[in-house]
């Protein structure tokens, strides 16, 4: 059962644009998201998080949001530069679980110059 | 500050054959987790240590899988025998829960990608 879902494996934007990266997740308890960013042969590094009690949160070009009733969040990077190549994933975290992260499938992202 | 250690980067093996991966966590990083992430997917938790003992080990396979972290600092992975479907990249990751910062943020290695022929 996947919890946590990214059902776009590929996103192409063109350097400047908007990139929107999506996750949905179908487990009501949780209750903090975060956005992961992996290049190849590295591990995933943290980009950004949310706590379920807001509905935004910005760092500089990334802006997460949060619709706690669609369960639904996405990731916005503006503007877009190639650097941004990457993997994303989403994940998340629920009290009494020891604060386990739940990971989605990723999506790659292709910043094209 | 030093990141998460792994080692070896690579592996390749023949099925039914042992394999051990090693991990060193940020310096006082009391928790440790090690996922195991196959082509496509995202990272699948297998163990979670706090200090040297398991907080959760409820999808390492058993069977095959045995992990420890002997004095609460490095930990290694260890597959006997290896099946086919092994084959993945296998990442360590450790976090502090300090801080004011009421969620999880976990600092991951750079990976062990395992090939089982």
């Known amino acids: 059962d996947q919890q946590v879902k990214q059902n776009s494996p590929s996103l192409s934007v063109q350097e400047g644009r908007i990139s929107i990266l999506n996750c949905d997740y179908t487990?009501?308890?949780?209750?903090?998201f975060l956005w992961y960013k992996k290049y190849p042969a590295e591990g995933p590094t943290f980009l950004i998080s949310?706590?379920?009690?807001?509905d935004k949160n910005e760092d500089g070009r990334f802006t997460v949001f949060l619709n706690k009733s669609a369960k639904h969040l996405s990731l916005h990077i503006v503007p877009s530069q190639p650097g941004d190549s990457a993997v994303y994933f989403c994940?998340?975290?629920?009290?009494?679980?020891?604060?386990?992260?739940?990971f989605g499938s990723g999506t790659q992202l292709t910043v094209l110059p | 500050e030093a990141g998460v250690a792994q080692s070896p980067r690579y592996k390749i093996i023949e099925k039914r054959q042992s394999v051990a991966f090693w991990c060193n966590p940020i310096?006082?990083?009391?928790?440790l987790y090690w996922y195991q992430q196959i082509l496509g997917q995202g990272p699948k938790l297998l163990i979670q240590?706090?200090?040297?003992?398991?907080?959760?080990d409820s999808q390492l396979p058993k069977d095959r899988f045995s992990a420890e972290r002997l004095k609460g600092v490095d930990s290694t992975l260890k597959i006997q025998p290896a099946k086919l479907e092994d084959s993945a990249v296998y990442l360590c990751?450790?976090?502090?829960?300090?801080?004011?910062?009421?969620?999880?943020?976990?600092?991951f290695g750079p990976g062990t990608r395992l090939t089982v022929l």
């Open positions: 990751a450790s976090s502090s829960h300090k801080g004011t910062r009421p969620y999880n943020e976990q600092f």
């Open positions: 487990n009501s308890m949780f209750d903090y």
């Open positions: 949310i706590s379920s009690i807001k």
């Open positions: 994940a998340a975290s629920r009290l009494g679980s020891a604060r386990q992260l739940t």
């Open positions: 310096s006082g990083h009391a928790t």
């Open positions: 240590f706090q200090n040297n003992g398991v907080v959760d």
